[in-house]
T-cell receptor, first 114, second 112 residues
Framework: AQSVTQLDSHVSVSEGTPVLLRCNYSSSYSPSLFWYVQHPNKGLQLLLKYTSAATLVKGINGFEAEFKKSETSFHLTKPSAHMSDAAEYFCVVSDQKGFQKLVFGTGTRLLVSP | NAGVTQTPKFQVLKTGQSMTLQCAQDMNHNSMYWYRQDPGMGLRLIYYSASEGTTDKGEVPNGYNVSRLNKREFSLRLESAAPSQTSVYFC???????????FGDGTRLSIL
């Protein structure tokens, strides 16, 4: 069975400082991993995805994530936070072997202060 | 450029009432999904349809039914609403299993 643990429910940063959102996963097979972002009263938007092609994945809006199999981690980073990055972020795992049923983490709310 | 469209956006029901949430996608996607989102719990899969003509239960199917009306439309029905079904409901679709899912903006449902 697959599972995802987002290690922080809330992360607060100042504008212009780095962002780190942490995610650990568990999967029986080679996983697909995703980060989605949700702005208030909106649906989820894909930030980036890992599907075994490259361990460092670049996404939209300057975000990137690194797949580390030895640590079963897929942390999301951004060098410099912007006020518009304030949102909820979800780490998601999918089993590549089967039909794509996603398992979501509980989310990390990113707060960005001026 | 609509993507995934959900109707209604908001709804308030009384316990025991029934209602159908509608979802339509215009991306010619094969697979469609219904999720519910509750505070602190992420999204949980209610039902999914891998392709037109098929539907299967997800993690939390009790109290819900679905219909894959055609390739574009996938509806979610609450036959007898309960307060525990107060949630935000999201519909999603994808072309195939290795592609990301595209989400609608959600239906906010309150049951009194």
């Amino acid at each position: 069975a697959q599972s995802v643990t987002q290690l922080d429910s809330h992360v607060s940063v100042s504008e212009g400082t780095p962002v780190l959102l942490r995610c650990n996963y568990s999967s029986s097979y080679s996983p697909s991993l995703f980060w989605y972002v949700q702005h208030p009263n909106k649906g989820l938007q894909l930030l980036l995805k890992y599907t075994s092609a490259a361990t460092l994945v670049k996404g939209i809006n300057g975000f990137e994530a690194e797949f580390k199999k030895s640590e079963t981690s897929f942390h999301l980073t951004k060098p410099s936070a912007h006020m518009s990055d304030a949102a909820e972020y979800f780490c998601v795992v999918s089993d590549q072997k089967g039909f794509q049923k996603l398992v979501f983490g509980t989310g990390t709310r990113l707060l960005v202060s001026p | 450029n609509a993507g995934v469209t959900q109707t209604p956006k908001f709804q308030v029901l009384k316990t025991g009432q029934s209602m159908t949430l509608q979802c339509a996608q215009d991306m010619n996607h094969n697979s469609m999904y219904w999720y519910r989102q509750d505070p602190g719990m992420g999204l949980r899969l209610i039902y999914y349809s891998a392709s037109e003509g098929t539907t299967d239960k997800g993690e939390v199917p009790n109290g819900y039914n679905v219909s894959r009306l055609n390739k574009r439309e996938f509806s979610l029905r609450l036959e007898s609403a309960a307060p525990s079904q107060t949630s935000v409901y999201f519909c999603a679709s994808t072309l195939r299993g290795d592609q990301p899912q595209h989400f609608g903006d959600g239906t906010r449902l309150s049951i009194l």
